[in-house]
Structure formats: C-alpha cells, structure tokens
C-alpha cells in the first residue's frame, strides 16, 4: 500500500514538474522517471506478489472462509486493488513517454481511491460479520465522500495560494 500511496504522490510532482520552464522540466522528469520505475519494480511489485501469494496460501489453509460473505466482499475489493495497480503502471509507462493525460488534482482523487480500498479490506478483515451490512456500507461512502471532500479542500487553500 505504501507504494501505491507513494507512487501516485510522485505522478503528482511529474505532473506538475511539467509546468516548469526548461531546463528545470527536464530534469525533473527525468528524476521522477528514475524515482517511479524504481518504486515499482524493487518495491511495489514484489509487494504485491508477495501479498497476493500469502492471501492464497491463506485461503487453502481455511478455505471455508471463501463461503463467507465478507470474505468474498473483501476479495472484491481486493481485485479493485489490483485493477488500480495496473492502472498505476500504466500511468508510469504513459508519463515515461510524455503522456500526461490527467491533471494533478484528478491524481490526487486518484490517490484517496487507495485509501478507500485500504480502509474497506481492512475493515472487513477486522470486523468481518461484527457489523451489518447496511452500517460497512454507509460507512464506506461516508468515508469516501470525507475523503473527497478533503481532497477539494485542500484544492482551494492551495489555488488561494
């Protein structure tokens, strides 16, 4: 989660470095390239396979937990999880060739999306069948609108600037 949380972070730096005048952009981009691909390939990747390995281990040494209900939620949230790394990596490869496709407050509501998955696969790890559903579920949105509505907060005090 770290990486994930980490690299989006960095496309926001690219993407703003492209506001820079040269020679200033260059460089920057070229700092970031360097500082992304090493993030993904020594950290992030080899963290998500390692991850994804133990929560299958997991599920063989107690497969009756693939009946539950909120196991089954949860490893829906899981593959979100995993879609949203892919897309991470497709972002890197996109800015690696100039490509910047989303402006950096997009990114920054891109990056509460893994804390909402974060918040959500913790939370139903923990509390499992402790809680009804309709309460997990109002309390996700609750979370995500918190959230969001943070992230334009922060907007307008850094626009005020």
């Known amino acids: 989660m770290a990486g994930l949380f980490y690299m989006v972070r960095l496309f926001i730096y690219h993407t703003e470095a ?5 020679p200033d952009r260059k460089i920057l981009s070229d700092q970031f390239e360097i500082m992304e691909r090493k993030l ?5 990747v080899p963290s998500m396979v390692l991850v994804v390995a133990a929560g299958i281990a997991m599920l063989v040494l107690v497969p009756a937990w693939l009946s539950q209900p909120w196991m089954q939620i949860k490893l829906g949230f899981v ?3 995993l879609v949203y790394h892919f897309i991470c990596q497709n ?3 996109q800015m690696a ?3 910047y496709t989303w402006t950096s407050t997009q990114l920054r ?8 998955f974060l918040f959500a696969i913790v939370f139903l790890a923990v509390l499992k069948n402790a ?11 609750a ?19």
């Open 91 to 93: 972002k890197m490869k």
């Open 79 to 81: 593959v979100g999880l």
């Open 97 to 99: 060739r100039g490509i």
């Open 143 to 161: 979370f995500s609108v918190i959230i969001m509505c943070a992230v334009k907060v922060y907007k307008y005090y850094r626009m005020k600037k």
């Open 18 to 22: 492209q506001q820079k005048p040269e």
């Open 109 to 116: 509501i891109w990056n509460e999306v893994a804390t909402i």
């Open 40 to 44: 993904w390939y020594i950290i992030t």
């Open 131 to 141: 809680v009804s559903w309709i309460f997990g579920v109002v309390g996700i949105i």
